[in-house]
């Protein structure tokens, strides 16, 4: 009986032994290189074709465009793009400094910003910047600080970044205007390059309507929001026996009449819009004038000095002397370069911006006063 373990007991010698499982390794990524972060990034080579903007950005925007002075609205729009479409989920608008210096405004702003990205990303909510959106009055939006901001996104975002422009004015008129805008490749061309001039224009086709390209903009708002805002105009009867016929029916948002005025609302405003863009391309212009014919004046006294030189070296080769060196023209006269027209390009813009807004209003009172006569015949 003794030999049954003696002989287990050399089985279990004789077996290997087992070793204990070896401790799992956390896996460890490596970061894609930036040579081959566009040929894994598959949705970057997919162009934006139109824009999404959710209830609540819209509702965002309206409140910062009411509030704020002016048209000096501005903020940042987070969100992502998914199959062509710029899904605009979140926006907060960015603090604006009048009167400060311009390097001390854009720290603080660049302050600010990287602190509320932070914050975003800490709560998980969306923290990528997809673009900006600006208020307008009158539709007229152009403006050089817009076309630099866009620019800067197109050059450093995914997608290039998008601009969305709010009409403060339409918006009063019982008409939520929002649109999306990006510059063009043309544009882009000739601002890398810093050249607007005549011939650059010229070259690149450029006019004032040609600087943006325009994307289509779709608003998403939920189910619950939707409901809520059909008890807000449903009007709800009282349940007080003597109750007058005025309160009888009441609603949150009762409805308004004030498109019903035969006045044409802001019609003088648009008027002095209209003159003051008007003056400001005429004095731009005029300083345009003055610049061809300084570079005009310059040029020919360049001109008039080969010419005198080629006539002297002509008549000392015919004198069998050796001819004057030629010289730089350049550091001897300063032509001044081609004028930049960029500004020019931006007014006209603006002129054509605050004509149309002026057609809308004017077509709109006369619609009115011709019912208004109607009725009245009646």
Do not use: C
């Not at 105009?233 to 004030?258: C, R």
């Amino acid at each position: 009986m003794s030999a049954a373990p003696s002989m287990a007991a050399a089985l279990a010698a004789s077996l290997p032994v087992q070793q204990a499982a070896p401790a799992p390794v956390a896996p460890t990524y490596e970061a894609i290189p930036a040579s081959m972060a566009k040929v894994i990034d598959i949705e970057a080579e997919i162009p934006v074709e139109s824009v999404q903007l959710d209830g609540l950005v819209v509702t965002k925007i309206i409140k910062h465009s009411r509030e704020a002075p002016s048209s000096s609205a501005h903020g940042l729009l987070l969100g992502l793009d998914l199959d062509g479409t710029l899904e605009v989920s979140n926006s907060f608008p960015l603090p604006h400094h009048a009167g400060d210096e311009d390097d001390k405004s854009t720290k603080s702003v660049a302050r600010y910003q990287a602190q509320m990205l932070r914050s975003l990303k800490e709560v998980q909510s969306d923290d990528s910047v997809v673009g900006f959106y600006q208020a307008s009055t009158m539709g007229a939006f152009f403006s050089q600080a817009l076309i630099d901001t866009q620019a800067i996104h197109q050059d450093k975002l995914r997608h290039g970044g998008i601009v969305v422009v709010h009409d403060i004015t339409q918006t009063a008129r019982g008409n939520a205007s929002f649109r999306a805008f990006r510059l063009t490749k043309a544009f882009l061309d000739a601002f890398k390059k810093n050249n607007f001039s005549a011939p650059s224009l010229i070259d690149h086709r450029l006019t004032f309507s040609t600087i943006l390209e325009e994307i289509p903009v779709k608003i998403r708002t939920n189910a619950l929001l939707n409901s809520f805002l059909d008890t807000l105009t449903t009007p709800t009867q009282s349940h007080l026996p003597d109750a007058s016929p005025a309160v009888a029916s009441t609603s949150s948002l009762p409805p308004s009449f004030s498109t019903l005025d035969i006045g044409a609302i802001g019609l003088i405003r648009n008027l002095e819009q209209v003159n003051d863009a008007l003056d400001a391309y005429r004095t731009e212009e005029g300083n345009l004038a003055y610049l061809q014919r300084q570079i005009a004046r310059e040029k020919s006294r360049a001109d008039a000095y080969i010419a005198k030189r080629k006539e002297e070296n002509a008549t000392r080769v015919a004198q069998g002397l050796a001819p004057l060196p030629e010289e730089d023209v350049s550091r001897l006269f300063k032509i001044p370069p081609e004028p930049s027209r960029l500004e020019s390009m931006l007014l006209l813009g603006q002129v054509d911006a605050y004509g149309k807004s002026l057609a809308g209003i004017t077509s709109a009172g006369l619609v009115k006063m011709y019912a208004a006569k109607a009725s009245s015949d009646i």
